[in-house]
């Protein structure tokens, strides 16, 4: 029989899980931990010293303004472009390429933290707008899609008539072409950076279940462009969403600012099929 022990991912979940401890993880000291891990368990196992090293390590590790873990090694060759690298982000989310050289005023998302006006209450608003955004790209079924799918969409974005006249052809399109996608998207906060307009990067996944024919309507966002997919496969990657303040006078006030009109999923995105 294979010789069971505590691992540090057990330790750690243990902590955090435990529903009669409410002491900090900050204030557990080596021996805590390896009581705790065990009296949890119900049974008396071996304490793994490397996992009881590696679990404090997860403790003590520094943590960013949203109470993530950083992490110093293995990073990714352009680090410096970011304030700091995640323990739990994949590097992939780091090597999206961005060019910096569409307009004259550019910050890289550590320079960016430098800027007059940053404010993290701003930033988690951003957030909020690009998921809801590109959630609802990600997440269309005909049978339901109607004008209320699209206040969805543009309720997060700077208004235009041009974009209301886009989003109706899109729905009428979509329906004809009997689309349903289902998807998920999550914003990185920390990875905001300005080339003209500002941009945030999100992870996102997408499976296309249904459509009639790939030359018509099956994304909103660049579905004129027809992007290229597989029925029935699930995707996932990462992508840079634009936003712009549309407000006269609000230049530099990061809280006016909305998904941009133009902004797009998949024109700066790298996505392949989920491994």
Same mark, same amino acid.
């Given at each position: 029989?294979?010789?069971?022990?505590?691992?540090?991912?057990?330790?750690?979940?243990?902590?955090?899980?435990?529903?009669?401890?409410?002491?900090?993880?900050?204030?557990?000291?080596?021996?805590?931990?390896?009581?705790?891990?065990?009296?949890?368990?119900?049974?008396?196992?071996?304490?793994?010293?490397?996992?009881?090293?590696?679990?404090?390590?997860?403790?003590?590790?520094?943590?960013?303004?949203?109470?993530?873990?950083?992490?110093?090694?293995?990073?990714?060759?352009?680090?410096?472009?970011?304030?700091?690298?995640?323990?739990?982000?994949?590097?992939?989310?780091?090597?999206?390429?961005?060019?910096?050289?569409?307009?004259?005023?550019?910050?890289?998302?550590?320079?960016?933290?430098?800027? /007059?006006?940053?404010? #993290?209450?701003? *930033?988690? !608003?951003?957030? $909020? @707008?690009?998921?809801?955004?590109?959630?609802?790209?990600?997440?269309?079924?005909?049978?339901?899609?109607?004008?209320?799918?699209?206040?969805?969409?543009?309720?997060?974005?700077?208004?235009?008539?041009?974009?209301?006249?886009?989003?109706?052809?899109?729905?009428?399109?979509?329906?004809?072409?009997?689309?349903?996608?289902?998807?998920?998207?999550?914003?990185?906060?920390?990875?905001?950076?300005?080339?003209?307009?500002?941009?945030?990067?999100?992870?996102?996944?997408?499976?296309?279940?249904?459509?009639?024919?790939?030359?018509?309507?099956?994304?909103?966002? /660049?579905?004129?462009? #027809?992007?290229? *997919?597989? !029925?029935?496969? $699930? @995707?996932?990657?990462?992508?840079?969403?634009?936003?712009?303040?549309?407000?006269?006078?609000?230049?530099?006030?990061?809280?006016?600012?909305?998904?941009?009109?133009?902004?797009?999923?998949?024109?700066?995105?790298?996505?392949?099929?989920?491994?």
């Amino acid at each position: 029989m294979k010789k069971r022990s505590i691992s540090a991912i057990m330790i750690v979940s243990l902590l955090l899980s435990s529903s009669g401890t409410q002491m900090a993880l900050a204030e557990i000291t080596r021996q805590e931990m390896a009581k705790m891990a065990v009296g949890s368990q119900g049974e008396k196992l071996p304490i793994d010293d490397k996992a009881l090293s590696t679990a404090e390590q997860v403790k003590n590790a520094p943590k960013d303004p949203w109470g993530r873990a950083i992490r110093t090694t293995d990073l990714p060759e352009n680090y410096k472009d970011f304030p700091y690298i995640l323990a739990d982000a994949p590097n992939e989310l780091y090597d999206l390429k961005h060019e910096y050289k569409s307009y004259n005023s550019n910050l890289t998302p550590v320079q960016f933290l430098e800027l /007059d006006g940053y404010k #993290k209450e701003d *930033i988690d !608003k951003w957030a $909020e @707008y690009v998921e809801q955004f590109v959630y609802q790209i990600v997440n269309v079924d005909y049978t339901t899609l109607d004008e209320q799918w699209g206040n969805k969409l543009t309720s997060v974005m700077n208004k235009s008539a041009a974009l209301n006249e886009d989003v109706a052809n899109y729905i009428k399109e979509a329906k004809e072409n009997k689309v349903k996608i289902v998807g998920t998207v999550k914003a990185e906060p920390s990875i905001v950076f300005l080339d003209g307009p500002n941009y945030m990067r999100v992870h996102f996944t997408f499976k296309v279940i249904s459509f009639d024919d790939s030359n018509k309507a099956i994304f909103y966002e /660049d579905w004129k462009s #027809k992007v290229k *997919i597989e !029925k029935n496969v $699930e @995707y996932e990657g990462y992508s840079n969403i634009s936003l712009t303040t549309a407000a006269y006078g609000a230049v530099g006030d990061l809280s006016y600012a909305r998904v941009a009109v133009l902004a797009s999923l998949f024109k700066e995105a790298s996505y392949k099929p989920k491994q």
